[in-house]
């Protein structure tokens, strides 16, 4: 590594934190009403460093809820050209009384920076404004190759506005390669570039019984309850070892290639470390005749993720609920395609309807699954000069998340992403005490800017 780059990351590291610090202040929750005005907030925070680090043409754009902020700088003729992405906007963080510290006042506690958005995405999005400004600064207002930004303010909500401009701008955002960093490390200190992500449809399912709330015991053993049928509905969708029952959800399912499998069983993973250090429950589920790497990164799942319905508040309220909803995802892999899942849901739900009770299905967002090929030049740059930053090979995983955007920029753009994360396994993504080691985004700033560097060369 040239030593001017780590010095210069190294005399300016108080005021990369510092500005990562402001940056994670501002509560920028995209699905809230309330925080309408902070997401705005944190768009031009992300508009002004974008400027400050050197690169031109910044413009915050207006969509139909959440602003995007685009920069480029394509003075480096024959070089190629990367597309940095990430997202300012953040989960809630909920539940409040689970955090040791206030998840909008960043606390580094044991080498950690703690507070939402930290590692999702803000805290990595960062890292490559710093290292073009890093760049920028090093190589006499120059960078090694073309570089263009475009971070949105609605991933954490399904990502609409993006998903509309994507396409409707190819010739503005055309790029060799797109560069993404919000994954992770496999383990703390080995160097990880995702070759695959899940693809994901998220959707409400509501059931509704009687007309209105009805008195339990008047009509209690006669009336549908809306409640009680939605759990039923459900219960039906997986078997005990979780094989979903939805028609057709296993016919396109693309397996894993077997070298890519036994690369997997190289990794260091511990089958009773994650069910006690990171799920943290008494026994995993799911399909028993695949890993449990298998299970969550290449396998599809249907989870629910809450119900609502009838009387929740303290004390006692006999009502047989005339409603109730569920909101519930399938993670996709390759290969699947998402209408004809919905599709198969919707039957489903059509034949396990309970008596006396209607049910509608909503689908609020949907995108495929995809995989890049680990040999692409840019992905391949990006293997060498992560191995070299951390002292040792760089090895390939999937994750079982998902990244829309980047199914849509192979659609649209016809390009691959280098997927580089610099978080860790336990950093704690959309939930309480959410952190970020200190040390990763150090390490990540120089090890991006030595990719542009390599990549431009």
């Known amino acids: 590594m040239p030593a001017s780059l780590a010095t210069y990351v190294a005399d300016n590291q108080n005021r990369f934190l510092a500005e990562l610090e402001e940056f994670l202040r501002i509560p920028s929750i995209s699905t809230s009403p309330d925080h309408v005005a902070d997401v705005r907030r944190a768009a031009e925070f992300v508009a002004a460093q974008l400027t400050a680090a050197g690169l031109e043409n910044v413009e915050i754009i207006e969509t139909e809820r959440h602003p995007l902020v685009y920069a480029d700088w394509l003075h480096a003729p024959g070089k190629p050209t990367v597309l940095c992405y990430g997202h300012y906007d953040v989960q809630p963080p909920d539940p409040l009384e689970l955090w040791h510290t206030a998840p909008f006042e960043p606390t580094i506690r044991d080498g950690n920076l703690y507070a939402r958005g930290s590692a999702d995405d803000k805290g990595q999005m960062y890292m490559h404004i710093k290292a073009i400004e890093a760049l920028h ?38 790029a060799d390669v797109a560069l993404v960093s919000d994954t992770a490390l496999y383990a703390e200190g080995i160097p990880t570039l995702c070759i695959g992500l899940r693809g994901l449809i998220y959707m409400e399912v509501e059931c509704t019984g009687p007309a209105r709330d009805l008195h339990s015991g008047l009509y209690g053993g006669a009336a549908p309850n809306a409640v009680f049928g939605l759990v039923e509905m459900l219960s039906r969708a997986k078997t005990p070892d979780g094989v979903i029952q939805v028609p057709g959800i296993y016919d396109d399912v693309a397996n894993p290639d077997p070298a890519e499998l036994e690369s997997w069983k190289g990794l260091p993973f511990s089958e009773a470390d994650f069910l006690a250090k990171e799920v943290g ?167 991006i800017a030595r990719f542009f560097e390599r990549y431009g060369a």
């Not at 303010?153 to 701008?169: L, M, Q």
């Not at 990164?297 to 993720?305: A, D, G």
């Not at 489903?348 to 995108?367: E, H, I, Q």
């Not at 391949?380 to 998340?401: K, W």
């Open 137 to 174: 600064a090093l190589h006499d207002g120059k960078l090694p190759l073309n570089v263009k930004f475009l971070i949105e303010g609605e991933e954490e909500v399904g990502g609409a506005s993006i998903s509309k401009y994507v396409p409707a701008n190819q010739e503005k955002l055309k």
């Open 281 to 447: 429950s008494t026994q995993l589920t799911g399909e028993a005749a695949y890993s449990v790497l298998e299970r969550t990164w290449s396998r599809p799942t249907m989870e629910v993720h809450g119900i609502a319905g009838g009387f929740t508040g303290a004390g006692a309220k006999t009502v047989i609920p005339a409603k109730a909803t569920a909101k519930v995802s399938f993670r996709l892999v390759p290969n699947q395609n998402p209408e004809k899942v919905i599709e198969g849901f919707r039957e489903f739900l059509k034949a396990n309807t309970p008596a006396g009770c209607t049910v509608s299905l909503k689908v609020l967002s949907g995108g495929p699954a995809i995989v890049v090929n680990p040999q692409h030049p840019a992905i391949a740059c990006a293997a060498e000069v992560f191995g070299e930053e951390l002292g040792r090979p760089t090895v390939f995983t999937r994750s079982g998340g998902s990244i829309p955007i980047v199914g849509e920029f192979a659609t649209y753009l016809g390009i691959p992403t280098v997927l580089m994360g610099f978080g860790l396994p336990d950093d704690g993504l959309h939930s309480p005490n959410e952190k970020y080691c200190l040390a990763n985004y150090y390490t990540g700033i120089r090890t």
